[in-house]
């Protein structure tokens, strides 16, 4: 049994400093941390409880709003200005886990939370992610969750979060303090891809803690929706998922974003794919030509194939339902 020392951080700088050690992790909802260190996955010997600090305000301001790290998912999803002006990431969260989870799951721990790859929380198969240089066991494993996209020869797991999907669609922000001062990292420069390194999966330095998000409003983002398509219709994480924004102005695409989830190491956008919608008609050819480029490049196994064609019509889906709220 390993010693752990514990950490309650009565301030930002306080929580930096415990963070900064190589052998700490940070603690906040725990809904991730703790089920791992449970079954011995993570083991950080020193643990910086944060979810105390004050760090929970949700700010709509002119242009975006500001959501603090500490604010839990069922706050995010139930604010009024989030439903109104960005309907796709209070759609994402609600699709996300239980009520009970969401009720203390923290923003900045969804941003940061772990892969669900079986074998990454089994001990007894070699993982890259878990052990670096060990083997990927899901490269010929049991795949019907893994990733298509993003993957490498060292790993094939998927991204989990779907809030991160939402987020990716509408280009927030994540602001974070650590040891060298402040800065801002988009949100498709936060997750990492696996390429040869699968244990590194955040651009974060030591010590470096989310404080808050930043997700600006937009035409777009004002009539975006959320699909998620899943084994069954609660507490289950997606197959496929896709976070669509479009404006639509007299039957005509003028912007879009999209995001999908399920099938990438990371929140997966193509911009090719965005702008091949603009300019053009609100119509089914449209959407699945930016389907068939969200999807291009993909790399299956025996177990998850069905993925590509089951993502298309998601794709297809979002774009509808966004589609009709324009």
């Known amino acids: 049994m390993e010693r752990i020392t514990y950490q309650r951080a ?40 944060v979810s105390r600090l004050d760090l929970r305000k949700i700010d709509v301001q002119q242009n975006g709003v500001r959501i603090d790290a500490m604010a839990t998912n069922t706050e995010v999803a139930e604010h009024a200005g ?12 609600l699709a996300g886990a239980s009520p009970q ?25 070699p993982c890259n992610k878990r052990e670096p240089g060990s083997g990927c066991s899901a490269i010929g494993g049991w795949t019907r969750m893994h990733a298509i996209l ?8 998927a ?31 936060l997750h990492l891809l696996p390429e040869t390194h699968p244990e590194r999966e955040f651009s974060l330095a030591p010590g470096e803690l989310i404080t808050s998000v930043f997700v600006p409003f937009s035409a777009q983002g004002a009539r975006s929706r959320y699909v998620k398509v899943r084994d069954r219709a609660s507490y289950a994480f997606a197959l496929v998922s896709c976070a669509a924004a479009v404006d639509v102005q007299g039957g005509e695409i003028r912007a879009a974003r999209l995001a999908l989830g399920g099938v990438g ?5 193509v911009p090719e794919a965005e702008q091949a919608l603009v300019g053009k008609p609100a119509q089914r050819a449209s959407f699945q030509r930016a389907a068939d480029l969200l999807l291009a490049g993909a790399r299956t196994q025996k177990d998850n194939a ?13 774009l509808s339902l966004a589609s009709e709220a324009s």
């Open 265 to 269: 190491t990371k929140p997966w956008r």
């Open 10 to 49: 009565d301030s930002v700088e306080s929580a930096m400093k415990g963070g900064a050690r190589p052998d700490a992790a940070f603690l906040a909802g725990g809904t991730s941390l703790v089920d791992l260190m449970k079954i011995e996955v993570l083991k950080p010997l020193h643990v910086v409880d």
């Open 306 to 318: 069905f993925k590509v064609e089951l993502g298309k019509r998601t794709v297809v889906r979002a």
């Open 150 to 157: 993003g993957t490498s020869d060292a790993c094939i797991a």
């Open 159 to 189: 991204h989990p979060s779907d809030m991160c999907v939402a987020l990716a669609a509408l280009e927030a922000m994540v602001h974070v303090r650590g040891p060298n001062g402040e800065r801002d990292i988009p949100i498709a420069d």
């Open 101 to 125: 989870l969401r009720n203390v799951a923290t923003v900045g721990g969804n941003l940061l939370q772990r892969t669900r790859c079986a074998y990454y929380r089994d001990l007894a198969t």
């Open 82 to 93: 989030v439903k109104k002006r960005l309907p796709v990431l209070a759609e994402a969260i």
